[in-house]
């Protein structure tokens, strides 16, 4: 008896191991995936000088890393002749800024995560003068005909 009890509970503690291991490769794979995305979104956005090649390009990144929905919603923006940036609340983000960005699942809302990264802004005193700013972003992710993509953005 004692015995089908331990080997019990040994299965019991297998399974567990092999969810919480599973779950932790998920939640990694969602922040590679993430960063992935703004490392790509960084290269676009420091090459781009010129706006509609921009979008161009962001539109690309879009099909590949965002789900239906919120590529509908960017081309809407597109199409409206708007220069608001959805992916970053308008801040942009450069290469180095890549170097501070961190990701951690959102402990309120699954699916969800908070990114966050250092930029430098124009200074309210100076706008010659650049400052360090933290910018706060919450990226919806959900699976797609089997593929992690983005859903939605929310500057903080």
């Known amino acids: 008896m004692k015995k089908i009890c331990y080997n019990t509970l040994l299965y019991m503690l297998l399974i567990l191991n ?7 490769t998920k939640e990694d794979d969602v922040k590679n995936f993430i960063k992935e995305f703004y490392t ?3 290269i676009e956005y420091s090459k781009s000088t010129i706006w509609p090649e921009f979008l161009s390009e962001l539109d690309s990144l879009c099909q590949i890393y965002c789900t239906n929905r919120f590529q509908s919603e960017f081309r809407e923006l597109c199409a409206k002749g708007t220069d608001h940036d959805i ?10 800024d890549i170097q501070t960005i961190n990701i951690e699942g959102d402990t309120l809302f699954p699916n969800r995560y908070l990114l966050t990264y250092t930029t430098k802004i124009s200074s309210p005193a100076s706008k010659y003068e650049l400052i360090e700013e933290k910018i706060i972003l919450y990226i919806a992710i959900k699976n797609e005909n089997g593929y992690y993509k983005i859903d939605d953005i929310e500057l903080k």
């Open 40 to 42: 790509n979104y960084s």
């Open 18 to 24: 092999a969810y919480f291991v599973n779950s932790q």
């Open 87 to 96: 992916f970053t609340g308008d801040f942009g983000m450069d290469p180095e």
